[in-house]
Structures are given as structure tokens and as C-alpha cells.
């Protein structure tokens, strides 16, 4: 069974940084398209990065600059560096496999305010 825990969020200021991180278990980790994705009240949940197995990245254009999507195949963990940060990244912060619509985990709250 695919668990994914999410931890890492908080508040912070505007301009400030904060660094996500996502543990999973029951897969092959070395080798899964992974990503991260957000929802805030009232929106869709979105998309704003994946990773392949091999390291190939991708952003979406909101986030694009800013955040940096990473692994360590050794602690079977994503993490999310998020730079700059605008009170629009405001959200809950998810992570899954990639195209899973599946196995959601609780998510972590970033609040991004002065």
C-alpha cells in the first residue's frame, strides 16, 4: 500500500523560504515520477512539480524561479525548496505519483502572510 507524508509547512513572511518534504513507502521509490501539488480554499488542486526517476524536473509557470523539486533515493523522500514565497503559495501542499488521483496523504499548510 502507497503512504506519502507530507511535512515541513508553517507561516512565514513574504519573501521567506520554507522546505517541504514528502517520505514515501510501498513503492519502488528509485524509480517513480513523483510531484507535488497545492489547493487552496475554494480552488482546484494544482500542479506545480515533478520529478522522474532519473532527476528530470518540471514547474509549473506560477512557481517557476521560485521552488525547486529534489530526491534522495536513500531516505525515499521528495522535497520542495520554496523561494520567495507570495501570499498566493498559500495553500496545503501535497505530494503523489505522478497522474495517481489515488492515495493522498493529509498534506502540509503553508501560510505565507506579514
Known amino acids: 500500500q502507497v503512504q506519502l507524508v507530507e511535512s515541513g509547512g508553517g507561516l512565514v513572511q513574504p519573501g521567506g523560504s520554507l522546505r517541504l518534504s514528502c517520505q514515501v513507502s510501498g513503492i519502488t521509490f528509485r524509480t517513480a515520477f513523483l510531484g507535488w501539488y497545492r489547493q487552496a480554499p475554494g480552488d482546484q488542486r494544482e500542479s506545480i512539480a515533478a520529478?522522474?526517476?532519473?532527476?528530470?524536473?518540471s514547474y509549473s509557470d506560477s512557481v517557476k524561479g521560485r521552488f525547486t523539486i529534489s530526491r534522495d533515493n536513500a531516505k525515499s523522500t521528495v522535497y520542495l525548496q520554496m523561494n520567495n514565497l507570495k501570499p498566493e503559495d498559500s495553500a496545503v501542499y501535497y505530494c503523489n505519483i505522478v497522474r495517481s488521483n489515488r492515495n493522498w496523504g493529509q498534506g502540509t499548510q503553508v501560510t505565507v502572510s506579514s
Open positions: 520529478i522522474t526517476g532519473i532527476g528530470s524536473t
